[in-house]
Every structure is written in structure tokens, then in C-alpha cells.
């Protein structure tokens, strides 16, 4: 099956999916993914991916092929994922913990953002109108009224 490959900014930092399709394609709206992000959207891939520590998992469907001793992460919450991020070049590179999360602007080849959703869409500070489904926190949580013009 196909692989996925992506890379930082400064292209030091690569890495690569094997044979697992994303879960869920969407866009966040929460504010911690905002926050490290500076943007009012991240668009992002799930992998049903456990990655707990470090930055290749056991059963080899994730890895950082180059670039491992410049990746370093950031755990906003205990709960929440581990954020990597190249140190040269301070690109989001993916999150890890029970899921992996990249980024499609980092994809070099193997796979292009379908979204599907928008999730975290009740801490929304910018509307969207695109009749995709938006979810008030994750996506199995409370679906919003499609496009209601009185929610953000
Ligand atoms: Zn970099
Ligand atoms: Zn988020």
C-alpha cells in the first residue's frame, strides 16, 4: 500500500506513513491548535497511529527518517497530544500520543487533503460556509446546525 512522506520548512526533518489510511481529515478550531499554529484553522490528517514516545511507533507505520535529533515536542496538557516541531526551522512537523496527526502542508507525496469536517467548531473565530459537517468539540461530539449563520 502507499506511503505517505512529508517534511519541515527547512526540509531537515522528514518522515514517512506506511500502509494505514488517515481516520479523519478535518479542520480544527480549538484554541490550543490555533494558538501553537498562529492560525484560525489547522487543517489536519488522524492516523489511528499509538505513538505514546519517542518518534517511531512499534509496529512501523511511522517513522522520522531524517532529522530525528532535531525534532523536540511541546505537551500543552497531559491528555493531549505531543506537539512536534523542528527546532531548526520551527515548522509544526505532526502531534502524536494515541493518534498521529500531520499536516498537509507538510505532505512531499503520497496522499492530498480531503476534508471531511470541521471539529472544535463551538471555539470558532472564524466562520465557515462550506456545508461540511461541524462538530461542536470532537466528532463524535454534538453536530452543529450546518452552516447556521447564528454560530460562528
Ligand atoms: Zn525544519
Ligand atoms: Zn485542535
Redesign the pocket.
Known amino acids: 500500500m502507499a506511503s505517505i512522506g512529508g517534511?519541515?520548512?527547512?526540509?531537515?526533518?522528514k518522515f514517512e506513513i506506511h500502509d494505514v489510511e488517515p481516520a479523519i481529515q478535518c479542520y480544527c478550531h480549538c484554541e490550543t491548535c490555533r494558538k501553537v499554529r498562529s492560525a484560525p484553522i489547522v487543517p489536519l490528517m488522524l492516523f489511528p497511529i499509538d505513538l505514546p514516545y519517542g518518534f517511531a511507533d512499534k509496529e512501523g507505520k511511522f517513522k522520522v527518517t531524517e532529522?530525528a535529533d532535531?525534532v523536540t515536542s511541546y505537551n500543552h496538557t497531559h491528555t493531549g497530544p505531543r506537539r512536534a516541531?523542528?527546532?531548526?526551522?520551527?515548522?509544526a512537523?505532526f502531534n502524536c500520543g494515541k493518534w498521529i496527526a500531520i499536516f498537509p502542508s507538510t505532505i512531499t507525496s503520497g496522499a492530498s487533503f480531503k476534508p471531511e469536517c470541521h471539529i472544535h467548531y463551538e471555539d470558532s473565530i472564524m466562520p465557515m460556509r462550506d456545508g461540511l459537517p461541524k462538530y461542536a468539540q470532537g466528532p463524535e461530539s454534538q453536530k452543529l446546525e450546518e452552516d447556521s449563520p447564528e454560530k460562528p
Request: aromatic letters at 6%; charged letters at 10%; proline letters at 0%.
Open positions: 517534511q519541515c520548512l527547512c526540509s531537515a526533518v532529522g532535531l516541531f523542528c527546532k531548526r526551522c520551527g515548522s512537523v
